[in-house]
């Protein structure tokens, strides 16, 4: 298939999150080689944002499908996270024997703090392009108050903007040009194949094999994969409820290691979902258990993906004139400009202070630092980041290289 070389070198390429990956698909799938058109290419990426999970990766597999049907798809989606999938499970295996212990930790040390201001990047990308509108502030104010201090569920979160969205746009739907449903039957024997496919593995580790760890983090994943909207930092602030501190799999520096290995690898950062399932079981049973827990972690993450893109993209040219639905994505977007702020006050506040405690007051519940555990080293190497991405415009992956010899040289260096 002549795109599957194509697909590879995305997959390959495809550094820096959703944002430059979904520019990298727009020049060399529209621009350079036009096998989508602009309107077909910005449609499949809206359609894309209505769904859970990380919208490039759900992009790809539109685009490989449009172009080359079901096996385009297929292709498209798996060459676009099997590169950094595997780079990613190499660098779990790394950080659990090594990642933890002298010079290795301070470079984790500084790709964390270039991670903060890649965070408040994202922040401010999607705030713009997001908050248009007066009542879109007031949405992204209260999803950021109702994770942060009465620490409501996401999905709940989620849910009251859509319908808030859904219910408020009163725009009138233009009947005339309303293109044709498709075959309800194709769209029900899909659905029934991919859920099929999808469900098959974990039930059959649930009912037959003896690891209870892994059935768990099959049925936890196939949860998030269903119920977060907004890409992996938005998945990010989900997982760190939950994964840290409702199940403990992992603990907040491991946490944030995750994502600084997800952003130094191709593919989506959604990969955190496998570093997460490898490091949980890794502390259960060891290395091959931490293996099984990464696949596993990568099978609940990605294969809902295919159910969306496989079933939903033949109606996507009828759901372009459904302003309702537009409505509903608005609002989700300005929600998730809240969750994301939260993620960047969780992240900023556990890497800047050594000890956090969560205050309780009744219905409100606030995480609040230990003024006297405050690292200085590590503020200094996240000013130094923020000048060089805001001020000079420093790619990614020159950022995290910089602030990663900026820990190493403090480590070996230490000041004062």
């Not at 590879?8 to 058109?37: C, D, N, Y």
């Not at 059935?215 to 990010?236: D, H, Q, R, W």
């Not at 949980?280 to 972690?297: L, P």
């Amino acid at each position: 298939m002549q795109s599957t070389a194509i697909w590879g070198k995305i997959g390959l390429l495809s550094f820096g999150g959703p944002t430059a990956q979904i520019v990298l698909m727009h020049r060399l799938i529209v621009a350079e080689r036009r096998w989508l058109s602009e309107a077909q290419f910005l449609n499949a990426l809206s359609f894309c944002m209505l769904l859970p999970g990380p919208e490039a990766m759900q992009l790809a597999t539109y685009a490989g499908w449009r172009i080359n049907g079901f096996l385009g798809g297929l292709i498209a989606g798996l060459l676009f996270v099997l590169p950094g999938a595997l780079i990613m499970l190499c660098l779990g295996i790394a950080y659990v024997y090594f990642g933890t212990f002298g010079i290795v930790g301070a470079l984790f040390l500084g790709v964390k703090a270039a991670i903060v201001v890649i965070v408040l990047q994202a922040l401010i990308r999607l705030a713009g392009k997001a908050l248009q509108k007066p009542h879109q502030w007031v949405i992204a104010i209260i999803g950021f108050c109702g994770i942060f201090i009465l620490a409501l569920p996401f999905p709940l979160i989620i849910a009251m903007a859509a319908i808030y969205g859904f219910a408020s746009n009163r725009q009138p739907q233009a009947t005339s040009t309303l293109p044709p449903l498709p075959n309800g039957k194709d769209t029900a024997k899909t659905i029934l194949i991919w859920v099929g496919i999808w469900w098959g593995p974990l039930l059959a580790i649930d009912l037959l094999a003896d690891a209870p760890l892994l059935a768990e983090i099959g049925y936890f994943f196939s949860k998030l994969a269903v119920v977060t909207f907004g890409g992996a930092y938005a998945v990010l602030a989900y997982m760190a409820q939950d994964v840290v501190g409702q199940l403990g799999w992992l603990q907040p520096t491991e946490m944030m290691d995750g994502l600084g290995l997800a952003e130094t690898t191709p593919g989506p950062l959604i990969l955190v979902t496998e570093f997460v399932g490898f490091l949980a079981a890794f502390k259960t049973a060891g290395i091959a258990h931490g293996i099984a827990g990464a696949g596993i972690a990568l099978w609940a993450t990605f294969i809902p993906c295919f159910l969306w893109i496989f079933a939903g993209a033949p109606y996507l040219d009828w759901l372009t004139y459904q302003p309702r639905l537009q409505g509903a994505l608005a609002s989700i977007m300005a929600a998730v400009v809240g969750v994301i702020t939260n993620l960047f006050a969780w992240f900023a506040l556990h890497l800047f202070f050594a000890k956090t405690s969560m205050t309780d007051l009744g219905m409100i519940y606030i995480l609040t630092p230990d003024l006297a555990s405050l690292d200085l080293r590590v503020i200094a190497i996240t000013l130094v980041c923020a000048f060089l991405a805001f001020g000079r415009g420093l790619g990614l992956f020159w950022l995290l290289g910089l602030a990663a010899l900026a820990g190493a040289m403090m480590h070996l260096i230490p000041l004062g």
